[in-house]
């Protein structure tokens, strides 16, 4: 009975889970669809979103290798589409320094850490290890994606304007976050709590 309970609470926290992050990865839709009407990326940056790729892109390989983590893989794909989407619109509205900037940045932690990161844990670890190797990595750039939104801070501060930290993106990452913790919990699995 009690191993039922268990199962019940960890798919009903993981779909959660899924729509929470569903919300999350959507909750800019507002500010791009502003970006796309003012034809300008006006003060906005692209940080917040290239970490969320990243990070989407690190669970995705998470998930990849600690096998049977469908829930996991469903909502980190259509992260990385969301992302993405949000990355090309911004690069298409934003001044030329800014689509410099958010290429490198893109080129940095899609490409070249990413790359690094698959091929060291790939030719230097092996099995449990490399699935410890690459949560901890997962971790901590999911922590940035919840400190990134917050680089933006000083901005509404001196501003005194949330235009450019949008409250739905903070409320439902703080969402995301607890009912991530509780399917980690309940799972047993440290890295996604």
């Given at each position: 009975?009690?191993?039922?309970?268990?199962?019940?609470?960890?798919?009903?926290?993981?779909?959660?889970?899924?729509?929470?992050?569903?919300?999350?990865?959507?909750?800019?839709?507002p500010?791009f669809?502003?970006?796309?009407?003012?034809?300008?990326?006006?003060?906005?940056q692209?940080?917040?979103?290239?970490?969320?790729?990243?990070?989407?892109?690190?669970?995705?390989?998470?998930?990849?290798?600690?096998?049977?983590?469908?829930?996991?893989?469903?909502?980190?794909?259509?992260?990385?589409?969301m992302?993405?989407?949000?990355?090309?619109?911004?690069?298409?509205?934003?001044?030329?320094?800014?689509?410099?900037?958010?290429?490198?940045?893109?080129f940095?932690?899609?490409?070249?850490?990413?790359g690094?990161?698959?091929?060291?844990?790939?030719?230097?670890?092996?099995?449990?290890?490399?699935?410890?190797?690459?949560?901890?990595?997962?971790?901590?750039?999911?922590?940035?994606?919840?400190?990134?939104?917050?680089?933006?801070?000083?901005?509404?501060?001196?501003?005194?304007?949330?235009?450019?930290?949008?409250?739905?993106?903070?409320?439902?990452?703080?969402?995301?976050?607890?009912?991530?913790?509780?399917?980690?919990?309940?799972?047993?699995?440290?890295?996604?709590?």
């Open positions: 009975m009690a191993f039922l309970i268990a199962a019940h609470m960890v798919f009903t926290f993981g779909i959660l889970g899924n729509i929470a992050s569903f919300f999350v990865y959507m909750s800019p839709v500010t669809y502003k970006i796309y009407k003012r034809k300008s990326s006006e003060g906005f692209s940080i917040p979103y290239s970490v969320a790729l990243f990070s989407a892109m690190l669970y995705l390989y998470y998930a990849y290798l600690k096998k049977n983590m469908i829930l996991l893989i469903t909502i980190n794909s259509f992260g990385c589409i992302e993405l989407c949000f990355l090309i619109i911004f690069t298409v509205y934003a001044n030329y320094e800014s689509k410099i900037y958010t290429t490198k940045i893109l940095l932690f899609n490409t070249v850490a990413m690094l990161i698959v091929g060291c844990t790939y030719s230097l670890s092996e099995g449990h290890k490399r699935v410890t190797i690459v949560g901890w990595i997962s971790s901590v750039f999911s922590l940035c994606v919840f400190v990134a939104p917050l680089g933006i801070a000083r901005r509404v501060i001196k501003t005194k304007n949330v235009e450019y930290m949008p409250v739905p993106l903070s409320l439902f990452l703080t969402l995301s976050g607890v009912v991530w913790f509780f399917y980690g919990l309940f799972i047993k699995d440290f890295f996604i709590a």
